[in-house]
């Protein structure tokens, strides 16, 4: 069973007086694999939140279905099953960061010795214990960002979902909460995320898929995205310079393997932008003739 099947999704919004709607997502198809981490990146605007608001249950789609595990996404078991950390979180202040995951604990149905050991728990994972009895109003963005990673894990659900993480962390937190992300993954948890920082995708995604304008323009593995088909790769082992010059027809032994040249996620992301908007200048051209 997968962990998510987002199949053939439509949404759509009313427009300004009601005249016309807009389509913030058009024919959206992925599926997860339990234990996996998923990748959804795209422009501002592009539909990534209103994908992963679908999913878990805020919002309903038009056409199409979202089911977690088999289910509906909106069938009330999902919400032992769903944690959420959206792109803006709002927590009280007033709160030490203790206090703020024993509080969605409560929330969720946990009390008791369980919920301390469960809180002490999460500020380990996240790297907060020593930060337990201060108040939120106190934090950085990224501590702040790294409790809202422990509220989102407080009932131990199997599927996580991450609205931009790393928004607004510098490049020490952000690599705290990528090293989280790997660990979750290692205790068999699957995660959905989506962000902008492309380089952290391509590190902890197992999939990803580029959203603009609404449709999924490009989805795979890692390796289907970034490998060139036009460009190879040689390695060898103790080459001395002439033998490079020879390459493969005079290396013998010390040819050890050759295989597709990477390109970057953000090379892929950023040609798939621009082969989809010269697409589009296309067709507005030949509408208006």
Request: charged share 25%; proline share 5%; glycine share 10%.
């Amino acid at each position: 069973m997968n962990a998510v099947e987002i199949q053939d999704v439509h949404k759509s919004f009313p427009g300004a007086w009601g005249k016309w709607d807009v389509y913030a997502v058009k024919g959206v198809t992925i599926t997860i694999p339990q234990g996996s981490v998923y990748g959804l990146i795209g422009p501002n605007g592009s539909g990534k939140s209103t994908v992963m608001k679908m999913l878990v249950g805020l919002l309903a789609p038009h056409e199409g279905s979202c089911r977690v595990f088999g289910r509906p996404a909106k069938a009330s078991a999902n919400r032992r099953e769903i944690g959420f950390l959206p792109e803006n979180p709002y927590f009280y202040k007033f709160l030490t960061g203790e206090e703020t995951i024993r509080f969605y604990g409560r929330l969720c149905g946990l009390g008791g010795s369980a919920l301390k050991s469960r809180t002490q728990e999460l500020l380990e994972l996240v790297g907060l214990q020593d930060a337990a009895h201060r108040r939120l109003s106190g934090y950085s963005k990224g501590m702040l960002q790294r409790i809202g990673l422990a509220q989102a894990l407080v009932q131990s659900p199997r599927l996580l979902v991450l609205d931009e993480p790393t928004a607004g962390v510098d490049p020490i937190g952000s690599r705290i909460i990528r090293d989280i992300i790997l660990d979750l993954k290692g205790r068999g948890l699957t995660v959905f995320l989506c962000s902008h920082l492309l380089e952290q995708v391509q590190e902890v995604c197992d999939r990803v898929g580029i959203l603009y304008q609404g449709c999924l323009i490009a989805e795979g593995s890692m390796q289907e995205l970034t490998d060139d088909p036009h460009c190879q790769q040689i390695l060898l082992r103790d080459a001395p310079p002439e033998l490079l010059e020879k390459l493969r027809a005079e290396a013998g032994d010390a040819w050890l393997s050759s295989a597709p040249a990477h390109r970057s996620l953000e090379s892929v992301f950023l040609r798939g932008i621009r082969e989809r908007m010269q697409q589009d200048a296309r067709q507005k051209q030949m509408s208006a003739k």
